[in-house]
């Protein structure tokens, strides 16, 4: 079974900071990978993801995300945050084969951007 | 709108009382998720339905809970005598495609909580 960990779980950051969020999973096989984010009193929504291809993907309002194949991760980034992206974020996983559709999500990492 | 509902936003429940949450996806979609999102925790997979079959059904889902799409348009999560360990909030999805499909994404709704006293 695949498993999903979230080292940051509360990041605070000044505006302009950049940004780094953790992510590493854990599976056999090849996996699709997503970061969704939750921000308040929204719904959850895709902000990216990844299915194969480069490993470079980039989401919406300037986020981007680095799959590294050999080291199970896929940090999510971006250069400098705004106070808008105060938000949840969550690091998901699928099995990319089987036709299994069960996402496995991380415990999430609130993000609190400071103006 | 739109997006998927769900109702009741809301649920406060007495231990061993019986709830019932219904999900309305986006109409197109033929595959409905739900999940369960406990506090400080990221959603779990409950169970899955593609149009009205159930395919997917995750251990979490003990035989006091039971999910149903009965014309594979809106879908029911019934739980049954409820426990306080069941106070969560509880999340649907829909797509229109496998979620390992690159064009395809799925959409969640606002989700309900529920509280179970």
């Known amino acids: 079974a695949q498993s999903v960990s979230q080292h940051n779980h509360h990041v605070i950051l000044s505006e302009a900071a950049s940004l780094e969020l953790g992510c590493n999973y854990s599976?056999?096989?090849?996996?699709?990978l997503f970061w969704y984010v939750q921000y308040p009193g929204q719904h959850l929504q895709l902000l990216l993801k990844?299915?194969?291809?480069?490993?470079l993907v980039k989401g919406i309002k300037g986020f981007e995300a680095e799959f590294i194949k050999s080291k199970f991760s896929f940090n999510l980034r971006k250069p400098s945050v705004q106070w808008s992206d105060t938000a949840e974020y969550f690091c998901?996983?699928?099995?990319?084969?089987?036709?299994?559709?069960?996402?496995?999500f991380g415990t999430g990492t609130k993000l609190q951007v400071i103006p | 709108d739109t997006g998927v509902s769900q109702n009741p936003r809301h649920k406060i429940t007495k231990r061993g009382q019986n709830v019932t949450f219904r999900c309305d996806p986006i109409?197109?979609?033929?595959?409905l998720y739900w999940y369960r999102q406990t506090l400080g925790q990221g959603p779990e997979f409950l169970t899955y339905?593609?149009?009205?079959?159930?395919?997917?059904k995750s251990r979490l889902l003990s035989d006091r809970f039971s999910a149903e799409r009965p014309k594979g348009s809106f879908s029911t999560l019934e739980i049954q005598r409820t426990e306080q360990g069941d106070s969560a909030m509880y999340l649907c999805?829909?797509?229109?495609?496998?979620?390992?499909?690159?064009?395809?994404?799925?959409?969640f709704g606002p989700g309900t909580r529920l509280t179970v006293l």
């Open positions: 109409s197109e979609h033929n595959r």
């Open positions: 999805a829909s797509s229109l495609n496998e979620l390992t499909t690159p064009s395809d994404t799925q959409y």
């Open positions: 998901a996983v699928i099995p990319n084969s089987g036709g299994y559709q069960k996402v496995t």
């Open positions: 339905f593609q149009n009205e079959a159930q395919l997917e």
């Open positions: 599976y056999g096989g090849t996996v699709n």
């Open positions: 990844y299915f194969s291809g480069d490993p």
